[in-house]
């Protein structure tokens, strides 16, 4: 099966005009500057939202760019309100405030959320703002129907190990179950699980994520079991198994674009239909009514100094080079980073706005996956995704 991994899907579905020409890219063996010190999961670099959730330490200007990953955090998130969801673009990162961070239109209907996706968007990403790094982790959904249209409960880390249930809207029977280490694509890794029509039932997913062993169940049947110890990659010296603290993802994107690699729309079942008989009130959608997570000890040996956060102490972006710390970060602006966590341009000691420090700073990208990441239409989902 062709396909490519949801970020850069992703990437290039949110290309758009509105990127700025010197916005810079980040990517295996070129940094982000300085100036611009964060890499998002689109491979662009910017300040601000950039440095938050999904932030990729090894492709920023320096590990500390990114700011701390708040840790896990055992809980059911009845999804029947968005009051405790915020947009990417008024997130600073007090995640002991907020549990989802949305892009896109997320909207309420029957003590649920609706993943919405009308013409010209990208659709919609709901996306944790505390990572998990193990744990059981359970969503009940339905998913949306009609070419091109994939709906998706994944597990991504800031270094892009991936844990996938996917589900593609031409096979209402199916969920596609996969799994990535570090971004790197493997089609071998895909196996379709069969369940009963996605879009009309509700069922649970769920992923049980353990340092040694990686199961997939849905509604409390295990259909697929994945052993670290069968993923060693001789080449790489390290095994192919999600091993870093993830942020829970649930989105609806279009797969089925034309702007898109065919091997991707031919995945997706074809170009999307925008006059679908699938489409209500204007839009795709698909239904979360609830996710639970339950946290597991960090694994045997983690370097632990505290208690508040996961943070990268090596380039390396492996199991081991995970520390958690007391360190927490919330940012003052969206000109802010990891690095200077208390900038604010507009806040200056007079307590007037800093026209200058504003204009220095202007260029900079802030938002990834909706300007210099992309565009979601009117918000994003994604990720791009």
């Keep these: 099966m062709v396909r490519y991994l949801a970020a850069a899907a992703l990437a290039a579905i949110l ?8 916005t810079p890219t980040c990517g295996p063996g070129k940094l982000c500057p300085q100036e611009a010190p964060c890499c998002s999961q689109y491979g662009q670099c910017g300040v601000g939202a950039y440095c938050l959730g999904g932030c990729d330490p090894l492709f920023s200007h320096q590990l ?5 990953a708040p840790v896990c955090q055992t809980a059911d998130y009845k999804l029947e309100s968005l009051d405790d969801v915020k947009s990417i673009d008024t997130y600073l990162g007090d995640a002991s405030k907020i549990n989802w961070v949305s892009q896109g239109q997320p909207v309420t209907y029957n ?3 609706l993943l919405t996706m009308a013409q010209d968007t990208v659709g919609t990403l709901l996306a944790s703002t505390h990572y998990v790094w193990y744990g059981k982790i359970s969503a009940k959904l339905t998913t949306s129907q009609g070419q091109g ?3 998706a409960f994944i597990m991504m880390s800031d270094v892009k190990d991936e844990i996938d249930f996917e589900f593609v809207g031409v096979d209402i029977g199916h969920a596609q179950s996969n799994y990535y280490s570090q971004g790197v694509t ?3 890794n895909e196996l379709n699980l069969t369940v009963s029509n996605t879009v009309q039932n509700v069922h649970e997913y769920t992923i049980d994520w353990q340092p040694d062993t990686l199961t997939w169940s849905i509604d409390g049947t295990v259909l697929r079991t994945l052993k670290r110890a069968d993923t060693w990659n001789a080449t790489a010296n390290r095994f192919d198994y999600p091993q870093t603290p993830s942020r829970i993802m649930l989105s609806l994107w279009p797969a089925g674009l034309s702007s898109n690699d065919i091997g991707t729309v031919n995945w997706a079942g074809g170009l999307i239909n925008w006059n679908s008989q699938y489409m209500q009130n204007g839009y795709y959608y698909a239904m979360v009514q609830e996710v639970n997570v339950q946290c597991y000890d960090p694994p045997s040996g983690a370097n632990t100094t505290g208690s508040k956060s996961y943070v990268y102490n090596n380039e390396a ?21 990891g690095e200077n966590p208390n900038y604010n341009p507009n806040a200056a000691a007079s307590g007037s706005k800093s026209s200058g420090a504003a204009q220095a700073t202007q260029s900079l ?6 300007s210099g990441g ?3 239409g009117a918000v994003l989902g994604l990720l791009v995704l």
């Design 15 to 22: 290309t758009s005009p509105l990127v700025l020409a010197d």
């Design 64 to 68: 500390d760019s990114c700011v701390p």
């Design 111 to 113: 003590n649920a959320l």
């Design 149 to 151: 249209v994939v709906t």
């Design 186 to 188: 493997n089609y071998n």
């Design 317 to 337: 972006g492996t199991n081991n080079t995970v520390a958690i710390t007391d360190d927490v970060e919330i940012l003052a602006s969206f000109y802010a980073t």
């Design 365 to 370: 990208e802030t938002v990834p996956g909706m």
């Design 374 to 376: 992309g565009n979601r």
